[in-house]
């Protein structure tokens, strides 16, 4: 997934009037304000309430679903093997949310203050706070990946990390 490709996404779902946050491996980039790595998918955070008219736009760029594990994720594929994990969120109406987990008593937090702006390509993009990609980036062993983005973060910003 090429940062080209993140803007035409974000720019087809902005054109469905759907409101989607980067996550993952892009949103740590978009926080940074450029690519510092190779990004197989792309992770988008989205309203639950606006998950048809984003299926719907998606669809006419080719995606389909390839994967289903709603309510906590599930993921778009197009042809040439672009992979796109969506993950529904309930919003409160403090601007807080929260995304299903597998344990049904503990849904995943996100609080107001995570939804922030990035850039990708110089481009403003919405993303989700350094102190929140550190949050999901905890309880399982790191991979390579996994501590790059940390460390990238850690310089960018000062964040402590865990690994």
């Known amino acids: 997934m090429t940062a080209d490709d993140v803007l035409f996404v974000l720019t087809l779902l902005q054109r469905a009037e759907t409101d989607v946050w980067v996550g993952g491996g892009w949103g740590i980039d978009a926080l940074i304000g450029e690519q510092t790595r190779d990004h197989r998918d792309l992770d988008l955070m989205h309203r639950q309430e606006q998950e048809a008219a984003v299926l719907t736009a998606l669809s006419t760029a080719g995606f389909v679903e390839s994967l289903n594990f709603r309510p906590i994720r599930f993921v778009v594929e197009a042809a040439d093997g672009q992979e796109i994990d969506l993950h529904p969120l309930v919003f ?7 995304q299903a987990s597998p344990d049904p008593q503990r849904p995943f937090a996100y609080p107001s203050s995570c939804f ?3 850039t990708v390509h110089g481009m403003p993009v919405p993303c989700l706070s350094a102190e929140q990609q550190v949050y999901f980036h905890q309880g399982y062993e790191p991979t390579q990946r996994d501590r790059h983005d940390m460390a990238r973060l850690h310089r960018a910003f000062g964040i402590a990390t865990h690994f």
Do not use: W
């Not at 409160?92 to 929260?98: E, I, L, M, Q």
């Open 92 to 98: 409160n109406d403090d601007g807080s949310a929260v």
């Open 116 to 118: 922030v702006t990035g």
